[in-house]
């Protein structure tokens, strides 16, 4: 019988954290923040939820289940913590020390649950377990899989001996799986991004959110210089962006008013695309990286029953029908002009949106992905 462990572990990325919210809050604040960083990272608690859900039983832990995250941790001692920062990597019985508590909680939770299989989800991070800890998991029986998300010309020089250890690897893009599968890993499983209904879904916001969040035209994320790039032709009288360092951009600077705001959280981009007409989706740039093109925006915004515009790449026939589930431009005049139609025909906007919705909900979701999982590592199994 499957029983599955999901291990998310990001030593460097954790202590990072604590030293930042050390510097950001006061002292007499900081007993706010422990459960902040503890529900930080959800991943694992998201595909844990949906894989009980499917009937599979699951355990779930992470790094901040190590403590480090409790509030007499977080209040005391600001200066150690720098100096762990600091010297993480430097340090090698620091490390070592963070990787042996690693190791000895997931080989407790597999005795103590009879777990048959152990996913590591560190995305591009391998600090968490050692190679020979993988191996002596799969020594017991245990099925194991590391979770990869980041480039490998990028990554660090053991990072092919430590995706070669494991029965396979887990990988959202499929750029990556060639290049895994090209350095000699027992097998990859490609999955990709999916949606949390839980958090993204149509709404019937508020006159209050209207006010905040309602948008002709919006657009949700991170500045990069290809995404300025992709939405600068379009009419700023009906353009709407939230996200970091767009002060900064040359598009904002001629059009201050675009700018409604910098980072949201899930619950407020729900509510963004559900009362924009049209929501647009860049990558920037990242499918040139060798990441993921279908990043989780691209299953989000249909799930909230918004119509979306992404770029055009050969994937996006994998998980939607271009034209009846969603539109793509290949240039920012194209952009420019496909959005002057589609809001000029509702009808047409309508019926795309409702396609995207029932293609989203239907096979996008966090359960599908984890439906998919179960059923690979119960093929290992047997």
């Not at 200066?79 to 190791?103: A, D, H, I």
């Not at 599968?181 to 149509?202: C, E, F, Q, W």
Request: charged share 25%; aromatic share 10%.
């Amino acid at each position: 019988m499957l029983r599955a462990g999901l291990f998310y572990t990001r030593w460097r990325i954790l202590i990072d954290r604590i030293v930042k919210a050390q510097q950001q809050r006061p002292l007499l604040a900081r007993r706010s923040l422990s459960k902040e960083l503890r529900e930080a990272n959800t991943l694992h608690e998201e595909w844990g939820r949906a894989l009980s859900e499917i009937g599979v039983p699951c355990v779930t832990f992470s790094t901040e289940d190590a403590g480090l995250t409790s509030d007499w941790a977080l209040s005391l001692f600001p200066f150690l913590w720098e100096q762990v920062r600091r010297n993480y990597y430097k340090v090698p019985w620091l490390r070592e020390s963070c990787v042996r508590s690693s190791e000895a909680r997931v080989h407790h939770a597999v005795k103590k649950h009879r777990l048959s299989s152990v996913m590591f989800i560190h995305n591009d991070q391998i600090d968490a377990v050692s190679q020979g800890f993988i191996e002596r998991l799969r020594s017991e029986g245990v099925v194991t899989a590391i979770n990869w998300g980041g480039p490998l010309n990028l990554s660090p020089a053991n990072a092919v001996r430590y995706l070669r250890a494991a029965d396979f690897v887990v990988t959202c893009s499929s750029q990556l799986e060639a290049e895994i599968r090209g350095i000699g890993a027992r097998d990859v499983l490609m999955l990709p991004h999916s949606v949390n209904t839980r958090t993204y879904k149509p709404l019937k916001p508020s006159a209050e959110d209207r006010a905040r969040f309602g948008a002709t035209v919006s657009f949700v994320g991170r500045h990069y210089p290809s995404r300025e790039e992709a939405i600068c032709k379009i009419d700023p009288s009906v353009l709407s962006i939230w996200g970091p360092g767009w002060e900064r951009s040359e598009l904002v600077r001629r059009n201050p008013s675009v700018l409604r705001g910098g980072s949201v959280s899930g619950s407020d981009m729900c509510k963004i695309i559900n009362l924009s007409r049209i929501s647009l989706n860049s990558h920037g740039g990242t499918t040139d990286e060798g990441l993921a093109f279908g990043n989780q925006r691209l299953f989000e915004i249909p799930a909230c029953a918004g119509f979306q515009f992404v770029e055009d790449h050969p994937d996006v026939d994998r998980y939607f029908r271009r034209g009846s589930e969603i539109e793509t431009f290949s240039s920012p005049e194209e952009l420019a002009e496909k959005v002057r139609y589609y809001l000029a025909d509702d009808t047409a906007r309508d019926s795309i949106r409702r396609a995207g919705y029932a293609r989203a909900i239907s096979d996008h979701t966090v359960k599908c992905r984890m439906k998919t999982y179960a059923e690979y590592v119960s093929k290992k199994i047997s």
